[in-house]
């Protein structure tokens, strides 16, 4: 029996988290969840899972989620804040973990999951994009496993000889010559920029073939969400920048690849699901049902491929440069992301203008070794700065 902490357990990883998991009661128990500010969607969560302790994010909702867990006769212990959330990440109520929290938020409960040596099922991107090196190195000296769940790297993982990230030290496998991401296109696919001049966020969030929130569905819709793929494959595989490779797969299928020296070609496939890399993350090295329909090729419309346009997506071409950088360059390129995505969705910045900010922060903070956490946590707070001085100067 795995006992598995879901951290953002309201988000949509976190649901199909909790979907698989409750298929396989013999096998898999929730025992920690956690959510952000959604006290409501935590407590039914928490009715029907059961676990061992709630943990909201802010803590000025603590007694309300208290208060309302006792109402639904839900008996578990709750707790709030950062710090409850990285003891929740590493201590004895759960082996595994699953760390889905949006954005720069999950870093500190991630690395603590890693240092305990818990089963690290990592969703959440930007830990890795903003800290690879410490991350690693925290699996590393925890002893646990690292076990990519989007489902690019998911899918990489599972083409990749059997070897590697167990350990925090990764590296390519010598038979390898390129690692590739596929990209559905996002909603926006084969547009220009002048086509993309007056988008809204709704229609920026609506993916033509993922379920995913509103934060992740900009940075698809912008190939942000590709380039801080990249940026975790190099970290994930130890993959140099020119060993990894971006191609346009609308149909969303084949959902990574990777071409040996033979001239082989492994990929995986499946429905654009991501209970299916939930599920192998979970169960590996077994594989368990995770409720996904099987593919049925001969009743797919033909796949298709094609190059990234970087012209108009610049956002996939400022995260190449900032892992060609290298040091804390992605961490300043996800924070000034962060902060514009924001502005996006709040209506106060123009679609095409996210790469803009973004681009202008790379530019006025050049990289820096990546030294310790609060040495990256301060740059991060300096390009989210820098971010909304250039967006209120912009106004």
Known sequence: MKNVAVLGATGSIGGNTLDVIARHP???RATVLTAHRQVDALVALCMQHRPELAVIADPALEAELSRKLTAAG?????????????????????DTVVAAIVGAAGLQSTLAAARAGKRLLLANKEAIVMAGPLLLDAVAAGGGALIPVDSEHNALFQCLPAEGLAGGKPSLHKGVRQLTLTASGGPFRGRNRAELAGITPEQACK?????????????SATLMNKGLE??????????????????????????SFV??????????????DMRTAIAHALAWPERVNAGVAPLD??????????????????CLALAFQALRAGGDAPAVLNAANEIAVEAFLAGSLAFL????????????????????VQTLLERDRVAREAARRILRNAC
């Open 259 to 272: 071409e040996y020296v033979d001239g082989s070609v492994l990929a995986q496939l499946g429905n654009p």
């Open 230 to 255: 990249v940026i975790e494959a190099h970290h994930l595989f130890g993959a140099a920048p020119d060993l990894i490779n971006v191609v346009v797969h609308p149909q969303s299928l084949v959902h």
């Open 26 to 28: 013999e096998r898999f």
């Open 74 to 94: 839900v008996r578990c212990d709750v707790a709030s804040g950062r710090e409850a959330l990285a003891t929740a990440a590493s201590g004895n109520l759960c």
């Open 207 to 219: 993916h033509p073939n993922w379920v995913m929130g509103r934060k992740i569905s900009v940075d």
């Open 297 to 314: 090729l001969t009743a797919c419309a033909p796949l298709a491929f094609e190059p990234p346009d970087l012209t108009t997506f610049r």
């Open 353 to 372: 203008s996210i790469a803009d900010v973004v681009d202008a922060v790379l530019a006025e903070l050049p990289a820096q070794a990546v030294v310790d």
